[in-house]
C-alpha cells in the first residue's frame, strides 16, 4: 500500500543537514519515502531558514523532474502522431536538464498529451487566416507549430523546445473578422501551466522556462535561416508565405536573450522586430552576437517602408503582409468591377448594421482608442484609411458609439467598467 512522504523528525542535530542551496549547516529537513522510510534524494527536503533562503524541493516536483525515461517522440506528419493518448503519465523526452541531485531545480515540463488533445484549426485566429492564406498553407502551419484550440476558440501557441520537452502554452483569443487579440477582464493572455496548476495537476512551484515558439522546427532544418519576430502571430504568417525560413517567435518584446539564443549557435539569425523595438533590438543582436556564437543580422526592411501612421501603431511583419494581400484583392476588385476612390463604406448605412459592426468592433465591456477601431475596419473590411474615417465617422453619427473620460471609444449601450 502506499504511503506518503514525510519530512523527516527531529531527533538531534544529526537529522539537520546542509542546505543545498544556501550552505547552512544543519537546517536542512529531507523528505523520506513512505514505504521505504529512507531518503528520496539529498536535494529533497525544506530549509529551515524560510525567509533568508526559503528552498523547498518537494517529492511531487521531483518525479515529475525525474520520471521513468521515455522514447522521444519523432516529429513529423501529425503532431504527436506516434505517441499513445494517455493522460497519466508525466511526458520527458530527456532527463532532468540539470541531473538529479544536482540541487538547481528543474525546467518545469507539460504531458505531450495536453498537445495531442489540443491540435486543431479550430480556433478563431486560425479562420481569420482563411482571410489570407490558402487551405494548403493553414494545414501546413497548423501541424508545424502543434496550434491548438480551446473550447472557446482561443488558438494555443506551444512552446516546445529543441529536445520536444514542452514548457508552456499561450492561451489568446482573436477576432476572427480582423485577427486582432481580445482583451479581457484579465488581460489578452493566459497559460496552460496556470490553468494546469490551478486545477492541481502542477505544482503550485512549477518551474517555467519560456523558449522561443516555434524552437522545435530548428531541428528538422539545420541549414536553413532563422529569422526571429516578436509576436507568434507574426512567426504563423510569415512562416506561411516564407516556408523556406524557420520562423521563430519572442514572445514580447523582451522576449529575445541571450540565454534563449544559446539553442542558436552556429546558425544565421534575422530579427524582425516590430517597429517600435527596432533600438532595442539593435542593442541585443550586439549582445547576442558576442555570446551565442551565431551570425546574427537585424532587418530595417519595415522602417524603412513604414508609413508615419504604421510607426505611430507599432505594426509589425504580418501586418505588412496582411495589408499586401488585401491591397492586392482590392486592386483586382477595382479592375473587375471598374470601381474607383468614391465607392461608399461597404455596408448598408442603417443602425442594424451599424450595430453589429460596433459589437465585432469593439465587444462589450470593451474599451478602444480611435486609431485601434480605425485599424479594425481596415482589416475587417479591407479598404484604406480615408474609407474607414468614413466608417467611424457614421458609427459616431449613429450613436452606436460614445467617446469616454479615457479618450477611448465603447459600445453606447455598454459600460467601459
Not at 221 to 241: D, G, W, Y
Not at 254 to 265: R, T
Not at 293 to 315: F, H, M, R, V, W
Given at each position: 500500500m502506499y504511503a506518503q512522504p514525510y519530512l523527516q523528525k527531529y531527533k538531534g542535530l544529526s537529522t539537520r543537514h546542509t542546505c543545498p542551496q544556501c550552505g547552512k549547516k544543519q537546517s536542512f529537513t529531507l523528505y523520506f519515502d513512505g514505504n521505504t522510510h529512507q531518503p528520496i534524494n539529498k536535494k529533497v527536503g525544506k530549509c529551515n531558514r524560510e525567509s533568508k533562503c526559503g528552498y523547498h524541493y518537494t517529492p511531487k516536483q521531483f518525479f515529475i523532474d525525474n520520471p521513468q525515461p521515455l522514447s522521444p517522440p519523432l516529429w513529423g506528419g501529425r503532431v504527436g502522431s506516434n505517441l499513445p493518448l494517455s493522460t497519466n503519465v508525466v511526458r520527458r523526452t530527456s532527463p532532468s536538464p540539470h541531473g538529479e541531485g544536482s540541487g538547481v531545480r528543474s525546467i518545469g515540463t507539460i504531458p505531450f498529451t495536453y498537445v495531442e488533445r489540443s491540435n486543431s484549426s479550430n480556433s478563431n485566429f486560425v479562420r481569420?487566416?482563411?482571410?489570407?492564406?490558402?487551405?494548403?498553407?493553414?494545414q501546413s502551419i497548423v501541424e508545424k507549430y502543434a496550434l491548438g484550440a480551446t473550447k472557446n476558440q482561443e488558438v494555443i501557441?506551444?512552446?516546445?523546445?529543441?529536445?520536444?520537452?514542452?514548457?508552456?502554452?499561450?492561451?489568446?483569443?482573436?477576432?476572427?473578422?480582423?485577427?486582432?487579440?481580445?482583451k479581457h477582464e484579465s488581460g489578452a493572455i493566459d497559460w496552460v501551466h496556470n490553468k494546469l496548476k490551478k486545477s492541481g495537476t502542477l505544482p503550485e512551484d512549477y518551474n517555467l522556462q519560456q523558449c522561443f515558439f516555434g524552437e522545435h522546427l530548428?531541428?528538422?532544418?539545420?541549414?536553413?535561416?532563422?529569422?526571429?519576430?516578436?509576436?507568434?502571430?507574426?512567426?504563423?504568417?510569415?512562416?506561411?508565405?516564407?516556408?523556406?525560413q524557420i520562423w521563430l517567435a519572442a514572445g514580447n518584446i523582451?522576449?529575445?536573450?541571450?540565454?534563449?539564443?544559446?539553442?542558436?549557435?552556429g546558425r544565421t539569425v534575422i530579427l524582425y522586430p516590430d517597429l517600435n523595438a527596432f533600438c532595442k533590438?539593435?542593442?541585443?543582436?550586439?549582445?547576442?552576437?558576442?555570446?551565442?556564437?551565431?551570425?546574427?543580422?537585424?532587418?530595417?526592411?519595415?522602417?524603412?517602408?513604414?508609413?508615419?501612421?504604421?510607426?505611430?501603431?507599432?505594426?509589425?511583419?504580418a501586418d505588412f503582409i496582411i495589408a499586401q494581400h488585401f491591397q492586392k484583392h482590392n486592386n483586382q476588385n477595382e479592375i473587375q468591377q471598374h470601381t474607383d476612390d468614391t465607392t461608399p463604406f461597404p455596408i448598408n448605412n442603417d443602425y442594424q448594421s451599424l450595430f453589429e459592426l460596433g459589437l465585432l468592433l469593439i465587444n462589450e465591456r470593451n474599451?478602444?482608442?480611435?486609431?485601434?477601431?480605425?485599424?479594425?475596419?481596415?482589416?475587417?473590411?479591407?479598404?484604406?484609411?480615408?474609407?474607414?474615417?468614413?466608417?467611424?465617422?457614421?458609427?459616431?453619427?449613429?450613436?452606436?458609439?460614445?467617446?469616454?473620460?479615457?479618450n477611448t471609444y465603447t459600445l453606447s449601450h455598454s459600460t467601459p467598467f
Open positions: 481569420f487566416l482563411f482571410e489570407i492564406l490558402t487551405d494548403s498553407q493553414i501557441y506551444w512552446q516546445i523546445d529543441t529536445k520536444q520537452i514542452v514548457r508552456t502554452g499561450k492561451i489568446m483569443q482573436y477576432n476572427r473578422l480582423t485577427g486582432k487579440r481580445i530548428l531541428a528538422l532544418q539545420p541549414e536553413a535561416i532563422v529569422c526571429i519576430v516578436e509576436s507568434e502571430k507574426s512567426a504563423v504568417i510569415s512562416a506561411a508565405v516564407f516556408p523556406e523582451n522576449g529575445i536573450s541571450v540565454d534563449k539564443c544559446q539553442i542558436l549557435k533590438w539593435t542593442d541585443k543582436a550586439k549582445e547576442i552576437q558576442k555570446q551565442c556564437d551565431c551570425n546574427i543580422s537585424i532587418s530595417d526592411l519595415l522602417e524603412k517602408e513604414a508609413t508615419p501612421y504604421a510607426k505611430a501603431q507599432g505594426l509589425d511583419i474599451h478602444l482608442s480611435k486609431q485601434a477601431i480605425i485599424a479594425n475596419l481596415i482589416h475587417a473590411y479591407h479598404i484604406d484609411e480615408t474609407r474607414a474615417e468614413i466608417g467611424f465617422k457614421s458609427l459616431i453619427d449613429n450613436k452606436i458609439i460614445e467617446s469616454t473620460h479615457l
